[in-house]
T-cell receptor
């Protein structure tokens, strides 16, 4: 069965410092991996996805994520955090099968202090 | 191009009443997914629909919940005889082709409160 783990409920970083939000996954076959961000009382916004190819994926708002097959991880990163990055971040996985839904992690709250 | 629309944004029901949540996908999208977000939890898949068809309802509770996506009009998630445990945020997402590589575009959600 597919699953996603986000081991940290909350990540705190100072503005200007690099940030990492961790995600590990379990899926049979090749995974399709996604990161979404949710601001308070809003829907989820797509940040980036890994389908195939280069392990480093670049996305919206300066975020990137690195796919590591041996560690089954897909950590979200940003070189320099902004206060406006403070939000709830979700990692999600999908199997290579049409119609299957996204399986989400529980989410990690990112708090960036000024 | 308008995004995914959901209404109402907030819905209050008393126990035993019915709740109807509506979702209009992005223009050109014919694949709709419903998710439920309980407090302190991530999103849980409920049902996947294509126009006039339910493709996957494996995440849907067996009783009281139903969904449809008619040929014309929005997708509807219907909850009959609501209970307090149904209080949650319900999100709809759409995608153009239903491919596993597609990102899904989410609506703002309907926050259901059951008194």
């Amino acid at each position: 069965a597919q699953s996603v783990a986000q081991p940290e409920d909350q990540v705190n970083v100072a503005e200007g410092n690099p940030l990492t939000v961790k995600c590990t996954y379990s899926v049979s076959g090749n995974p399709y991996l996604f990161w979404y961000v949710q601001y308070p009382n809003r829907g989820l916004q797509f940040l980036l996805k890994y389908i195939t190819g280069d392990n480093l994926v670049k996305g919206s708002y300066g975020f990137e994520a690195e796919f590591n097959k041996s560690q089954t991880s897909f950590h979200l990163k940003k070189p320099s955090a902004l206060v406006s990055d403070s939000a709830l971040y979700f990692c999600a996985v999908r199997e290579n099968q049409a119609g299957t839904a996204l399986i989400f992690g529980k989410g990690t709250t990112l708090s960036v202090s000024s | 191009n308008a995004g995914v629309m959901q209404n109402p944004r907030h819905l209050v029901r008393r126990r035993g009443q019915e709740a109807r949540l509506r979702c209009s996908p992005m223009k050109g999208h014919s694949h709709v997914y419903w998710y439920r977000q309980l407090p302190e939890e991530g999103l849980k898949f409920m049902v996947y629909l294509q126009k006039e068809n339910i493709i996957d309802e494996s995440g849907m509770p067996k009783e009281r919940f139903s969904a449809e996506f008619p040929k014309e009009g929005p997708s509807i998630l219907r909850i009959q005889q609501v209970v307090r445990g149904d209080s949650a945020a319900y999100f709809c997402a759409s995608s153009p082709l239903g491919l596993p590589t597609d990102e899904q575009f989410f609506g703002p959600g309907t926050r259901l409160t059951v008194l």
